[in-house]
């Protein structure tokens, strides 16, 4: 069975740091594209970050670009979110998410399977 779990997330004040790990059991990451998503309140699921497959390339929402980095740590099969200068309009529940593919794209409704997400706050 597909299982992701997140984990990582928590209260920091702004300008602070955050790294979120997307842990994976049942299936090799690495096989597949995974994304970032996150959700506020009274807010749809946006697009984060994403890591392709086969040649490793990132994408990040214009938002995050330059405070946000995704990598991947095969050999523990885990994806991991690194957020740096972080504002409090970053505060959302972070998702990770696979599709069977290996490219990435940034609407959720691609995505087959999702970890249960993990609160970040940002806030002083």
């Known amino acids: 069975q597909v299982q992701l779990v997140e984990s990582g997330g928590g209260l920091v004040q702004p300008g602070g740091s955050l790294r979120l790990s997307c842990a994976a059991s049942g299936f090799t990451l690495d096989s597949y594209a995974v994304g970032w998503f996150r959700q506020a309140p009274g807010k749809g699921r946006e697009g984060v970050s994403c890591?392709?497959?086969?040649?490793?390339?990132?994408y990040y929402a214009d938002s995050v670009k330059g405070r946000f980095t995704i990598s991947r740590d095969n050999a523990k099969n885990t994806v991991y979110l690194q957020m740096n200068s972080l504002k409090p309009e970053d505060t959302a529940v972070y998702y990770c998410?696979?599709?069977?593919?290996?490219?990435?794209?940034?609407?959720?409704?691609?995505?087959?399977?999702w970890g249960q997400g993990t609160q970040v706050t940002v806030s002083s």
């Open positions: 890591v392709t497959s086969g040649d490793g390339r990132t």
């Open positions: 998410a696979v599709w069977s593919g290996y490219v990435c794209y940034d609407d959720p409704a691609t995505y087959d399977s």
